[in-house]
């Protein structure tokens, strides 16, 4: 079976790239990252930023195996559920 789902690139898209020091292998799959919601446990390399969240240093939604990544930490989400 295909895993062609896990990988997505848009080099047409205006932003591309939207973040400095990435490879060939940039996934866009996560442009938007679901686990933004987790705040400081979502394991990526963010900074907080007068209350606010700012993602855009981290690449880990972007990178090689980012679609397991997201996977496991979307457990979490799924757990919380409508506790944000």
């Known amino acids: ?5 896990k990988f997505f690139q848009n080099r047409d898209c205006e932003f591309f790239p939207c973040h ?15 686990l933004y ?3 400081d446990e979502c394991g990526g ?3 907080m ?8 240093d981290c ?11 997201i996977m496991s930490g979307m457990k979490k989400v799924i757990e919380r559920g409508s506790d944000f």
């Open 59 to 69: 690449t880990k939604p972007h990178g090689s195996g980012s679609y397991a990544y």
């Open 1 to 5: 079976m295909s895993e062609n789902y």
């Open 45 to 47: 390399d963010f900074k």
């Open 37 to 39: 919601m987790l705040r």
């Open 20 to 34: 400095k020091n990435v490879d060939d292998e940039f996934n866009c799959l996560f442009c938007y990252c679901p």
């Open 49 to 56: 930023t007068g209350g606010i969240k700012d993602c855009s």
